[in-house]
């Protein structure tokens, strides 16, 4: 299957390069050493106004209290709440050393591969059309950058911590969807299969931190990037 384009318009290359260049800067430029990285996306209905950090830090302390119980999180933005389409945060436990940069980019358009995606859909219900000129998604990627911490800084990214991104990821995902009134659909980029957000949400409710099998099934969207 054909897998997604990012930079296929200038919005998009403007919005990753952003994001990449706020990225590299946060960890003194040491992300050329490689990272893990997982990625999913949202769909909504309607253009929205971006969730600045504050916002996105209070969903969170609503949704999963636990988080900020176990890490802190840190804005790494240069941009000011409202002003870009983008957002990166960072988030670390001390205790365990897990390090994980988060980014969230909106993309002013509809995800283009809806259509292809939506016949191998199995949770999506038959019944219920969707949305293909939908007004913009969201994606959202998390690296792992445990290893660039100063104790193991010269090691490389293992799968080790991919359980631990990929419910953090999952978690992310009901946050951000919280705050978006039109979001509709999320997918997990190597499950390459569309659910709606209401579901998704319920889901990751009663299932995290256990693994969430029927979505992420398939998964090949942790990789090594160099």
């Known amino acids: 299957m054909k897998r ?3 930079g296929r318009t200038q919005a998009n290359r403007l919005g990753a390069g952003l994001a990449a260049g706020r990225v590299a800067q946060a960890v003194g430029g040491c992300i050329q050493s490689g990272s893990m990285t997982i990625t999913a ?5 309607e253009n929205e106004p971006p969730s600045g950090y504050d916002s996105v830090i209070r969903q969170i302390t609503q ?5 900020l119980q176990q890490g802190e999180f840190r804005n790494i933005d240069v941009f000011t709440e409202g002003e870009a389409d ?26 283009e591969q809806t259509e292809e995606l939506l016949p191998q859909s199995p949770l999506w219900p038959a ?6 000129q939908h007004a913009m998604h969201v994606i959202v ?13 010269a090691d490389g990214p293992t799968a080790g911590n991919t359980p631990r991104l990929a ?3 999952s978690q992310m995902l009901v946050s951000i969807g919280g705050l978006l009134r039109s979001a509709f659909a999320m997918m997990w980029f190597g499950a390459d299969h569309l659910v709606p957000m209401d579901l998704f949400t319920t889901m990751a409710k009663q299932v ?14 942790c990789r090594e990037r160099v």
């Open 4 to 6: 997604a384009d990012f």
């Open 41 to 45: 996306l949202l769909c909504c209905h």
């Open 63 to 67: 949704d999963w209290p636990q988080l």
């Open 86 to 111: 983008s957002l990166s945060v960072e988030y670390q436990e001390p205790a365990t050393g897990f390090r994980a940069l988060i980014t969230c980019s909106i993309a002013r358009e509809p995800f």
């Open 127 to 132: 019944a219920e059309p969707f949305n293909h």
């Open 141 to 153: 990627t998390i690296d792992d950058v445990t290893h660039l911490n100063a104790t193991n800084a």
């Open 167 to 169: 419910v953090l990821l």
């Open 208 to 221: 995290l931190p256990r693994p969430m099998t029927t979505v992420q099934i398939g998964r090949a969207s």
